[in-house]
């Protein structure tokens, strides 16, 4: 059984900072790639970064050079830093860790609130 859990969130103001962080727990795999989509309300869910095994990243336009996305192998975790932040950054944010056979375990999500 995998889990993957998720920290970081919270409510902060626009041009301030967050860093959100996710770990799988529980059996053990290879780990193909780790990434976050964010789901605003009413919208759809949206892929915002990804990190590929080998350290190849990809961001959403809407995110890049405000956010960054990084692993630590290490500790087996995903981080994502979140800075510059904007209002319609306001989602709930989700962790997915993808094994080497392209199925992805998934987090219970994280609010990210960002006021004006």
């Known amino acids: 059984q995998v889990q993957v859990v998720e920290s970081g969130g919270g409510l902060v103001q626009a041009g301030g900072s967050l860093k959100l962080s996710c770990a799988p727990s529980g059996s053990s795999f290879n780990i193909n790639a780790m990434g976050w989509y964010r789901q605003a309300p009413g919208k759809q869910r949206e892929l915002v970064a990804f990190?590929?095994?080998?350290?190849?990243?990809n961001y959403a336009d809407s995110v890049k050079g405000r956010f960054t996305i990084s692993r630590d192998r290490a500790k087996n975790t995903v981080n994502l830093q979140m800075n510059s932040l904007k209002p319609e950054d306001t989602a709930v944010y989700y962790c997915?860790?993808?094994?080497?056979?392209?199925?992805?375990?998934w987090g219970q999500g994280t609010q990210v609130t960002v006021s004006s």
């Open positions: 997915y860790v993808r094994n080497t056979k392209f199925y992805d375990y």
């Open positions: 990190i590929s095994s080998g350290g190849s990243t």
